[in-house]
């Protein structure tokens, strides 16, 4: 059995899914998920909730039971502890299938494609609504549609509101944007922009665009999920240095899509081993 630890936000939760799904599939063993972050949540931490349960995931609720023997040092002989906090470098330290009976219990960040990118089709299939759109989600949806749709993420909140967290993520900057506006007018006709951000006023500020531009966050009752589901069937997308658009762009099937990201993931440290080497990186900060 793999228990996978969850905490932060709906993109945070899906890295350490698709990490744990992973492990689980590569020792052919049942997947389940610890909750127990979001009822105890440390003081210093943004407040989140559970929000992976909006999409199709088969993994079950671990009992309290289950967590505590997985993560007690010396529970049985087959049970095994691994922490990491590894962010940005791959380091698969998982075991082999050969001792794929031991009980193990996941906690990390798990955010780089290689700790998942061999079950692709897999996640991409769990990765999906499991109730149908609402009806503002789905007439956006007609919208990207009829036009070269290209979502555009502004990240702002928590990054900008909290100090320790503006400290560590850092925001991306106007100039970024504008960078990547135009680096996309010159290889799109027509692109039309759909904004996604959680501060409208900051993003008009930004961006400095008049026409061919949709606000998609604020403008209808439309979730987290449901976001990240309408970024992925834009044509393209420009993500910011957050987990929430980085699936947005992963999750976006179209086999010519251009996907921009920034160079710097965090304050301190590089996206390189986040952003899939496809995608094309511009400086953020």
């Not at 106007?174 to 680096?183: F, M, R, S």
């Amino acid at each position: 059995m793999i228990i996978i630890k969850l905490k932060g936000g709906l993109g945070n939760q899906m890295f350490q899914y698709a990490a744990g799904k992973a492990a689980a599939t590569k020792l052919g063993t049942d997947l389940k998920i610890d909750l127990e972050w979001f009822t105890n949540l440390p003081p210093s931490d943004t407040p989140r909730s559970f929000e992976l349960n909006q999409f199709n995931i088969t993994a079950s609720i671990a009992k309290e039971k289950e967590i505590g023997g997985a993560r007690a040092k010396g529970f049985q002989t087959l049970a095994r502890l691994i922490r990491t906090k590894v962010f940005r470098h791959f380091d698969d330290p998982l075991p082999s299938r050969a001792k794929s009976r031991e009980s193990l219990y996941l906690e990390g960040f798990w955010q780089n494609e290689k700790y998942f990118q061999n079950i692709g089709d897999i996640i991409k299939k769990e990765f999906t609504l499991r109730s149908p759109f609402t009806s503002g989600a789905e007439n956006m949806l007609k919208e990207i549609q009829t036009k070269d749709a290209v979502s555009l993420h502004i990240r702002r909140g928590d990054y900008v509101s909290d100090t320790k967290t503006k400290q560590h993520h850092g925001t991306c900057s106007p100039d970024y944007y504008k960078k990547a506006i135009k680096l996309i007018k010159e290889k799109l006709p027509n692109p039309h922009f759909f904004i996604f951000s959680d501060d409208k006023k900051s993003a008009e500020n930004m961006l400095g665009l008049n026409s061919d531009i949709t606000y998609v966050s604020g403008e209808a009752k439309i979730g987290d999920a449901e976001e990240i589901i309408l970024m992925s069937l834009c044509k393209h997308n420009i993500i910011a240095n957050s987990s929430f658009s980085f699936w947005g762009a992963w999750l976006n099937q179209n086999l010519h899509k251009i996907v921009i990201a920034p160079t710097q993931w965090t304050s301190s440290k590089k996206a390189d081993n986040v952003i899939p080497r496809n995608w094309i990186q511009i400086q953020n900060i």
